[in-house]
Structures are given as C-alpha cells and as structure tokens.
C-alpha cells in the first residue's frame, strides 16, 4: 500500500555557521514522532531522497534580505574560516537555491523556514518565503506557512528555539497525516 511511503519527509538544508542545520534536524525529530524523517544538506540530496516522497522542508540561513546567492555564501564561507569558526559540512554547496532551481515538478506537500537576525522582518528580510515560492513553483502544495528562527548577534540560536521548531516539525507531522490520504498523491519519480 502507498501509505507508509506517503508519510515520508524529507528535511533539506543549507548552513554555514550550523544553525539552519541544527533547527532542520529538531524539525525532523519533531516530524518523526509521526511520520518517518530524513535530514539530508542540499548538495547531498539523491534521487532515492525523493522516491514517494509526501512532504519537503526546506530551510537556510537568510542572506542579503533572502535566499542566498553564490557571491554571498562565498562571502560567508570566507567570514566564517578568517574569524576561527567552525564551517558546517558541506557548506561549500552546492546550496539549496540550485537545488530548488534543478528540482523536478512533483506533486506533493511542502513548507520552508529560515534563521535569522531577531529583529523586524522589515529589517532583516527572510530566505523561508522566496523558498516557499520556489517550492510551489514546482507544483509542491502549501502545507503551513514559512516559518522564522531567529539568532542573536552573535550568531547562536535564541533560548527555546530548537525546541520551537521540535513543536513545529511535530506540527507538520500531525497536518501531514491529516492532509496526506485525501488531498494529495505523493510523486513516485525522482
Ligand atoms: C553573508 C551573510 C549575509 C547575511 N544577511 C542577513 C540578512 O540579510 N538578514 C538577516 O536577518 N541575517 C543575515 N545574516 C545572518 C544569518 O542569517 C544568520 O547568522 C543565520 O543564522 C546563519 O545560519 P547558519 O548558521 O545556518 O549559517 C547574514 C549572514 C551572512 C554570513
């Protein structure tokens, strides 16, 4: 039967310092207390990470008001390894905006967060929409909206939020399980 494969998430990534990367794998725990989870960076996602998938979470880091752009991840990169800190793996890319940009249209659910600075979204901006965005434009439907983890100045993920976004990852596990059997037929291509 179809069902165990339409409960199949997948959480892709991109992150420099870490942060992104840690809020994808409490979504994916948080997802896990209900549908089976994977947490796979961009660059790494395989065919078999998408085959009957039912539900993609996609994050990153907010760069330049958005969704980073090569010049600006270089930029990171370079920032992160001159100021001593620890690069996340595979931080070299390729990163999540290629990846939606080679992504196949499929039909299935979909939602997206980001991290950055606790300030006014005016501000700041926010990678998660131009995400989402990209998401639908591949035929992925709307699950809840864009979701926001912000940091501190100092690049560290304000108090409560890994387990904010454990509670929202289980969120979209319950809304998945609802969602999956009469709206929406999971894609068993690539
Ligand atoms: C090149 C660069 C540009 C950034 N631009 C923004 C921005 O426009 N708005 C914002 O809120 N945060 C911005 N940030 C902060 C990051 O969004 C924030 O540190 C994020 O948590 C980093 O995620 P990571 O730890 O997964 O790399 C920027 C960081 C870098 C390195």
Known sequence: MENSKATHALVVYESIYGNTHEVANAVAEGLRESVDAVVVRAADVQRENLAGIALIVAGGPTHGHGLSRP??????????????????????????????TSLDPRTAWATSFDTRYDAPELLTGHASKGIMRKLEQKGLRRLAEPESFPVTGQNQLLPGELERARVWGRTLGHKLQQAAPSSVRPSYGS
């Open 71 to 100: 010049q600006l991840r270089e930029a990171g990169v370079k920032g992160a390894v001159s100021a001593g800190e620890e690069v996340d793996p595979g931080a070299e890319g390729p990163w999540l905006r290629e990846w939606l």
